[in-house]
Structure formats: structure tokens, C-alpha cells
């Protein structure tokens, strides 16, 4: 089984929210600050637009004493980036790339030694209206040349792309509390 991973993800392992996490998965699920959450029972994933919402969340989980990296390895936690993968080599889950269908390819994030190719997505989530399908990156050095603040709305972030004439939206999920 795998946990689909889009954007910049937190990769968790389920058994150490059941173990840490006040109130175990359900108060975990309540908490998750956006609708991104999906798990295939022994991995988590929640997907951020911007890598401090993601920064952000870990440091809250790491407040509860979840370990994001131990000597550079990541221990609770691993962080993937939709396109690169794994941002530390990580020793107990495998990170790659899925044909849903033909054309429909998604990047994932399994425990090690799992062997099913299901991939859990999260609810509602659809292919045609993914990042898997249409993924833009814009590096933070780039924001200021190619992406123009228009406005916050309905908890995204809308730009206009200076290059396309068109408006981009970034997903925030803001400060994430520990609950």
C-alpha cells in the first residue's frame, strides 16, 4: 500500500500517532489543517502548497515529541517533494512513482516492505483536478519575478503569473495549532 504524495508532503508513520499523539489518530485526523490527509493504515500523509506550511506542521508535531530527523535521518517523519522525492534518505519507506492508468502518473510514499501497489488518495481527490496532473513549481528566489500578490481568499493565496497572464493559487494553511 502507498500514501499518494503531491506538492511538499509530511510523511508520518500511523503507529507513532496511535503511540504520541494526544487523543491517537482521531484527534490527529481533527487537527490536520487542511483536506490534503490520506493513509493507507501504516503511513500518513499531509500535503502542503509552500514549504513553510509544511515546516510549520512538522515543528508542531515535533512539539508533541514526534522526531522529525535524528543525526540527519528521519526518524517520525519524512518530508517528500512531489518531484525529488525524499528531502533525507529515509530507511524505512520507499518513495516513487505510480501509473494510476495509462498517462495518469502520481508520485507516492510506502512503508518498506510493503509489497501492495494500492495507493491511498485523499477524500474526493481526482486525478483530472490534481498537481499530479498539472504541477507548477516556482523556487522562493523566483516568487518576486514571475508571480505578482493579488489577494488572500478562502485560505489560498491568489497570484497573478506575470509570464502567463493567468492567476495561480497557492494553498495556506496558515499556523497550524496542536490540538
Same mark, same amino acid.
Given at each position: $500500500?502507498?500514501?499518494?504524495?503531491?506538492?511538499?508532503?509530511? @510523511?508520518?508513520? &500511523? =503507529?507513532? @500517532?496511535?503511540?504520541?499523539?494526544?487523543?491517537?489518530? #482521531?484527534?490527529?485526523?481533527?487537527?490536520?489543517?487542511?483536506?490534503?490527509?490520506?493513509?493507507?493504515?501504516?503511513?500518513? %500523509? &499531509?500535503?502542503? $502548497?509552500?514549504?513553510?506550511?509544511?515546516?510549520?506542521?512538522?515543528?508542531?508535531?515535533?512539539?508533541?515529541?514526534?522526531?522529525?530527523?535524528?543525526?540527519?535521518? #528521519?526518524?517520525? @517523519?519524512?518530508?517528500?517533494?512531489? $518531484?525529488?522525492?525524499?528531502?533525507?534518505?529515509?530507511?524505512?519507506?520507499?518513495?516513487? %512513482?505510480?501509473?494510476?492508468? #495509462?498517462?495518469?502518473?502520481?508520485?507516492?510514499?510506502?512503508?518498506?516492505?510493503?509489497?501492495? =501497489? %494500492?495507493?491511498?488518495? #485523499?477524500?474526493?481527490?481526482?486525478?483530472?483536478?490534481?498537481?499530479?496532473? /498539472?504541477?507548477?513549481?516556482?523556487? /522562493?528566489?523566483?516568487?518576486?519575478? /514571475?508571480?505578482?500578490?493579488?489577494?488572500?481568499?478562502?485560505?489560498?493565496? &491568489?497570484?497573478?503569473?506575470?509570464?502567463?497572464?493567468?492567476?495561480?493559487? @497557492?494553498? %495556506?494553511?496558515?499556523?497550524?495549532?496542536?490540538?
Amino acid at each position: $500500500m502507498a500514501v499518494l504524495v503531491e506538492a511538499i508532503s509530511a @510523511i508520518i508513520r &500511523v =503507529r507513532t @500517532i496511535e503511540e504520541i499523539y494526544p487523543g491517537q489518530w #482521531p484527534a490527529f485526523v481533527k487537527a490536520v489543517p487542511n483536506q490534503t490527509l490520506c493513509s493507507d493504515n501504516e503511513l500518513a %500523509r &499531509v500535503g502542503f $502548497m509552500t514549504p513553510d506550511d509544511c515546516k510549520h506542521f512538522v515543528t508542531g508535531l515535533e512539539s508533541l515529541g514526534f522526531t522529525y530527523l535524528s543525526n540527519g535521518d #528521519p526518524r517520525d @517523519i519524512v518530508v517528500a517533494d512531489q $518531484m525529488r522525492g525524499f528531502l533525507a534518505k529515509c530507511d524505512w519507506a520507499n518513495f516513487g %512513482r505510480i501509473e494510476l492508468t #495509462p498517462g495518469q502518473i502520481v508520485s507516492a510514499a510506502q512503508l518498506k516492505g510493503t509489497t501492495s =501497489r %494500492r495507493i491511498f488518495c #485523499p477524500d474526493g481527490w481526482t486525478y483530472e483536478d490534481s498537481l499530479s496532473q /498539472s504541477y507548477g513549481f516556482v523556487p /522562493s528566489a523566483e516568487t518576486e519575478k /514571475s508571480l505578482k500578490f493579488l489577494r488572500h481568499e478562502d485560505g489560498l493565496d &491568489v497570484y497573478l503569473n506575470v509570464l502567463t497572464g493567468e492567476e495561480a493559487y @497557492i494553498g %495556506r494553511t496558515g499556523h497550524w495549532t496542536v490540538h
